[in-house]
C-alpha cells in the first residue's frame, strides 16, 4: 500500500472512532445547554455528525478498506473536558455556562476540521475525487457548525459584558444619547 493511501486510511479510521464518541457526547451537551439556540444547535450537529458517520462508511467502501476504528485520544480528552465544563456549568450563571460550553464545542469542532482537510487533501492526491467530494461536504458541514457557534457566542459575549459593568452601567444620560437616533429615525419613517 503506498504510503498516502495507508496515512488517508489510518486518518479515516481516526475519524470514524471521533466521530461515533461524538454522537455520544452531543446529547449531553445539548442538555446541558442553557439558551434554546444552542440547544438547537448541538441537536442539529448531532444529525449531522450521525451522517457523518455514514459517509466515513461510504468513503471506506470507495476505497475497499475494512471501516476499522481507531480510538482517537485527542477526542477523548476533547469530551473529558466538555463534561467537566457540563459539570462546572452547573454552579455557573447560565450565560456563562454556555460561553464555556461552546468553548468546548468549538475545540472540537477545529479538531475535526483539521482532520477533514488532510483526509480530502490525501484522498484528492490518490485521485478519489468520490471519496474527497464526500470528505469536503463533512468538512463544510463542520465549519458552519463553528461559524453558527461563533455567532450564538458574540451576543452571549456582549450580554456577559453589559452584565459584568452591572451597577456602573450609566444611564443617566441615556435619553439625551437616544435623541439624535430617534430624530433620524423619525425623518426616515416620514420619508418612507
Ligand atoms: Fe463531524
Ligand atoms: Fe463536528
Known amino acids: 500500500m503506498s504510503q498516502i493511501r495507508e496515512l488517508l486510511v489510518e486518518q479515516l479510521q481516526d475519524l470514524v472512532d471521533a466521530e461515533s464518541q461524538l454522537t455520544g457526547a452531543?446529547?449531553?451537551?445539548?442538555e446541558a445547554a442553557n439558551h434554546p439556540k444552542l440547544k438547537e444547535a448541538f441537536e442539529k450537529h448531532l444529525l449531522q455528525t450521525q451522517g457523518h458517520v455514514e459517509r466515513l462508511r461510504t468513503v471506506f467502501e470507495l476505497l475497499r478498506e475494512q471501516p476499522e476504528s481507531k480510538?482517537?485520544?485527542?477526542?477523548?480528552?476533547?469530551?473529558?473536558?466538555?463534561?467537566e465544563t457540563i459539570e462546572e456549568g452547573r454552579?455557573?450563571?447560565?450565560?456563562?455556562?454556555?460561553?464555556?460550553?461552546?468553548?468546548?464545542?468549538?475545540?472540537?469542532?477545529?479538531?475535526e476540521i483539521a482532520s477533514y482537510g488532510t483526509v480530502r487533501g490525501l484522498a484528492r492526491q490518490l485521485g478519489e475525487m468520490?471519496?474527497?467530494?464526500?470528505?469536503?461536504?463533512?468538512l463544510g458541514e463542520e465549519e458552519s457548525t463553528d461559524f453558527l457557534l461563533t455567532a450564538i457566542s458574540d451576543p452571549l459575549i456582549q450580554q456577559a459584558a453589559i452584565e459584568d459593568a452591572g451597577a456602573d452601567v450609566n444611564l443617566e444620560n441615556v435619553e439625551k444619547r437616544a435623541a439624535p437616533r430617534?430624530?433620524?429615525?423619525?425623518?426616515?419613517?416620514?420619508?418612507?
Request: charged share 30%; net charge positive.
Open 26 to 30: 452531543l446529547p449531553k451537551m445539548a
Open 71 to 83: 480510538p482517537c485520544r485527542a477526542i477523548t480528552g476533547l469530551i473529558e473536558e466538555a463534561e
Open 91 to 111: 454552579q455557573k450563571e447560565p450565560l456563562a455556562a454556555d460561553l464555556a460550553l461552546i468553548a468546548a464545542a468549538q475545540k472540537v469542532e477545529h479538531y
Open 130 to 138: 468520490t471519496c474527497a467530494r464526500l470528505l469536503s461536504h463533512t
Open 182 to 192: 430617534r430624530k433620524k429615525a423619525e425623518k426616515e419613517r416620514i420619508a418612507s
